[in-house]
């Protein structure tokens, strides 16, 4: 009790009566029932039954998709479920926007920081609650208040008057922290709150969790970070697909075991038989100590002539980076990249994508970076390619048509009239009219950004073979996904990407998926393990 | 007859028929209206801006603005007139379209390569040219008539009484549309306009076609300053000035997307007829001013809320 009061009275000296009483009982202090969540015709959260308890740490792991991030954004009142119900202390409760989840002592420090730059630390603290009255904020009080939150969170050497813009980005986050403990959470949510984070500011979060778990709070607590889970956690649950799979009290699980809890998922894709291969091919593609600022750290890998090689790891982890820096597209980019022997290092996709060195990216989002929408399919299809269905100054109509109408036969891109808007096809013919734009310059080197997001079974059974016919033909192909499956089922070598570095390279029989969901946790799995519980 | 009218856009089919329902409105109002020598008269005023449209719209096909055109038109005048004073009439033509085309290319190279945004460049750029004109005309007297050359394309009519300088915006539109039709570079500009990012990522030189554009534009505009140099027979201050807003309200009202990627110069065309006759039919009712500028700025926003309904589909 006491312990509780001396949190509030830092933040804005009132305390909020009801608020500390309580603290036992035998119902969760937050519970959350038969929760679904639909996403058009995508199921995030299956039927989910979750509870956390006062005065503990609970850590939430999955993987990608697994639906940890849909049930923080339900609890913070950002999306509402479409089925089940909330409750606090046994209660139920309505909490239809992220405002009813503040009334709650429902606090949520998201992954991305939302701090306003240009304004100053006080101001972001306060930014709900401004003290002050009659409309007007009393600035003294705000930078007491700041002061007062900063001390608490080991930052009182920040000026709380200093512009955020103007801090590193761990300060910001231990800001955001700040912030967060100023709205006088009951529940706290912290999400990947500490992927910026120096070491020594890791060790101070770890003890104002602590202290906060003394003081009765009940923290949710997601990481990709294992080694922080294993140190803080009281209890962890996995999800995976959208469902709870598991929940357990700390230390009685080894990392073998937490592993596999979160992956198995049914293999339903049907893939292309790979080659046998008895000795790796001559490269086409090789990289050398690729580093960009703090995302890319010292990248080499090499993919040769005929193959399919996978980058795999959480999202995020600097793949993307990877694939622009590798395209041309990103500045300051050092190392060295050749295409066949040859230094290239383009300066721009228009470089790459130039006769010496024949490189093609399918990017990410489709509809914004790789498509112009309300453009016609045959327009979309020839635009990386006019330059070579000229005569003269002019466009050969008839060459260009003929070549677009073989490239969506050999695509099967299901499209009634070349000259109708891409914007009218469905989303898998729409990802088939981006490969088809770079099928159309005949490239040695294919980079793919996770081609299969979003779209059906089918078309992804056709890209996979349509991937390895091109690998086949000689082609070399660096392909970024985030789904397992796929880089099992698909890639000939599979490199595992961890904080802008390759963590693990993977071949033959050692692609399995404990092994990708290991490298891609920066953890090592022994196979007889005595030591691998160690610390858990 | 079908595929014509399919491949006719709505905005431009709205912009015919409000040219049509102008001339009828106007021969009710006086029968002159419908008479070839009025229309051809029309016709002579309008290409002055149907030349500067013409470069406009490139540019806001990009999904740029150029807001220097009134200086820029001014700088083609007094530059072609005072070139012919210091090196001989000869010269006047080229040096004046130069000298646009020296500021469109900073333009550009403003827009594509410092980021800054277009609608601050140009118009900075704007106030540049027109401290250089007063500069120019300062302390000493540059020669300010036009040649005889650029007298006769502005206002003689050598062939079936059409003035000249119809011609020459019939010449400049043609290229314009094979360019945007047949040329990877008229692909290119419609990408951009669509989706810059993806254009990029095509490996297209974005930055080289959007200096490309608006050094058209700037060429555009000196020419159009030129010809009415030979128009009114003189070169000077200011001349420019009433074209910036309906340049741009002609490309706009023909139907090409203010944010870009969609348009046909068909539709500037009938932009630009639209707006001339307005501006004639408002003057020969003898409209005052002030009551002129307020059925202008209507007519514009009324026909762009009409388009606007229209456009929702691939929004």
């Known amino acids: 009790m006491n312990e509780q009061q001396s949190l509030r009275p830092t933040a804005s000296g009132t305390t909020v009566p009801g608020r500390t009483a309580e603290a036992g009982g035998t119902t969760p202090f937050w519970q959350m029932r038969g929760i679904s969540k639909r996403y058009g015709g995508i199921l995030a959260l299956d039927n989910v039954d979750f509870a956390c308890e006062r005065n503990s740490i609970h850590a939430v792991l999955g993987e990608n998709g697994a639906g940890k991030s849909t049930l923080i954004k339900i609890a913070a009142g950002v999306v509402t479920p ?375 079974v089918g078309t992804k059974q056709e890209i996979y073979q349509l991937l390895r016919e091109l690998a086949d033909a000689g082609t070399a192909i660096l392909f970024y996904t985030t789904d397992y499956d796929e880089l099992i089922g698909c890639c000939d070598r599979v490199s595992i990407m961890y904080a802008g570095g390759i963590k693990r390279e993977l071949r033959g029989d050692d692609i399995t998926e404990e092994n990708i969901v290991a490298s891609a946790l920066n953890i090592d799995l022994a196979p007889g393990h005595p030591g691998a519980e160690h610390g858990a | 007859m079908q595929a014509v009218l399919k491949r006719v856009d709505r905005p431009v089919a709205i912009a015919f028929g409000f040219i049509v329902v102008l001339l009828l409105a106007g021969s009710l109002y006086s029968s002159s209206f419908l008479s070839a020598n009025y229309l051809l008269q029309q016709l002579q005023v309008a290409a002055f801006l149907g030349l500067i449209a013409s470069g406009v719209m490139l540019v806001i096909l990009l999904g740029h603005i150029d807001l220097s055109i009134p200086w820029l038109v001014t700088v083609g005048g007094m530059m072609s007139t005072a070139a012919a004073g210091w090196w001989g009439p000869e010269w006047a033509i080229p040096f004046g379209v130069f000298c646009g085309l020296v500021f469109g290319i900073i333009n550009g190279l403003g827009v594509a390569i410092l980021r800054v945004p277009s609608m601050i460049f140009t118009l900075g750029i704007n106030a540049v040219a027109q401290g250089i004109m007063v500069l120019h005309t300062g302390g000493f007297a540059p020669q300010d008539h036009a040649t005889e050359l650029m007298h006769w394309l502005a206002v003689e009519r050598v062939l079936l009484g059409i003035p000249n300088a119809v011609f020459i915006w019939a010449l400049l539109g043609c290229a314009i549309v094979v360019m945007l039709q047949r040329t990877p570079l008229g692909r290119y500009i419609y990408a951009i306009g669509n989706r810059e990012g993806a254009t990029y990522l095509s490996g297209v030189n974005t930055k080289l076609i959007i200096i490309t554009c608006f050094a058209i534009s700037g060429m555009c505009s000196a020419l159009a300053g030129v010809l009415l140099a030979g128009y009114s027979n003189k070169g000077y201050q200011a001349m420019g000035d009433p074209y910036l807003l309906p340049a741009i309200a002609a490309v706009v009202l023909g139907g090409t997307h203010i944010l870009g990627g969609r348009g046909t110069y068909l539709g500037t065309v009938a932009g630009v007829v639209l707006i001339s006759l307005l501006a004639s039919i408002l003057s020969v009712m003898q409209m005052p001013e002030a009551g002129r500028q307020i059925i202008y700025g209507c007519v514009i926003v009324g026909m762009l809320m009409v388009y606007g309904r229209g456009q929702k589909v691939l929004g």
């Open chain 1, 82 to 456: 479409t089925t089940g119900e909330l409750m606090l202390e046994g209660r139920e409760v309505k909490i239809a926007r992220p405002q009813d989840a503040h009334a709650q002592g429902i606090v949520c420090i998201f992954q991305e920081l939302s701090l306003m730059p240009d304004l100053s630390v006080a101001d972001n603290i306060c930014m709900t609650s401004p003290p002050g009255r009659f409309g007007f904020i009393n600035h003294r009080a705000q930078r007491r208040r700041a002061e007062a939150l900063l001390e608490r969170v080991g930052c009182g050497d920040v000026n709380p008057l200093e512009l955020v813009k103007n801090l590193p980005l761990s300060r910001r986050q231990m800001v955001e922290i700040a912030k967060a403990l100023g709205r006088q959470p009951r529940l706290l949510i912290l999400d990947e709150a500490t992927s910026a984070l120096t070491a020594a500011d890791v060790e101070k979060v770890y003890a104002i969790l602590h202290d906060l778990r003394r003081d009765g709070l009940s923290i949710l607590y997601i990481s990709h970070r294992m080694h922080e889970i294993k140190q803080l956690a009281d209890t962890c649950s996995v999800f995976r697909n959208g469902r709870h799979i598991e929940t357990f009290k700390k230390g009685t699980r080894s990392d073998n075991e937490i592993v596999r809890l979160m992956i198995g998922r049914e293999y339903t894709q049907v893939y292309p038989a790979k080659p046998a291969r008895p000795e790796a091919p001559a490269p086409a593609l090789a990289v050398r100590n690729l580093s960009w600022g703090s995302r890319l750290n010292d990248v080499s890998l090499t993919v040769g002539k005929g193959e399919i090689v996978g980058l795999g790891g959480l999202d995020g982890q600097g793949q993307r980076e990877l694939l622009l820096a590798l395209f041309g597209v990103l500045r300051g980019v050092s190392g060295s990249i050749e295409v066949d022997g040859k230094a290239a290092k383009p300066g721009s996709p228009g470089e790459a994508k130039s006769p010496r060195i024949r490189m093609a990216l399918i990017p990410e989002d489709r509809k914004s970076e790789g498509l112009l929408l309300p453009m016609s399919v045959r327009d979309n299809i020839s635009m990386a390619s006019i330059g070579r269905f000229t005569k003269g100054l002019f466009i050969d109509r008839a060459r260009q048509d003929a070549r677009v109408d073989e490239v969506i036969r050999r695509l099967a891109i299901k499209v009634g009239d070349p000259d109708s808007a891409v914007a009218t096809l469905s989303g898998g013919n729409q990802q088939k009219v981006v490969i088809a734009k770079w099928l159309m310059t005949e490239a040695r080197v294919i980079l793919l950004n996770d081609p299969t997001r979003g779209i059906d």
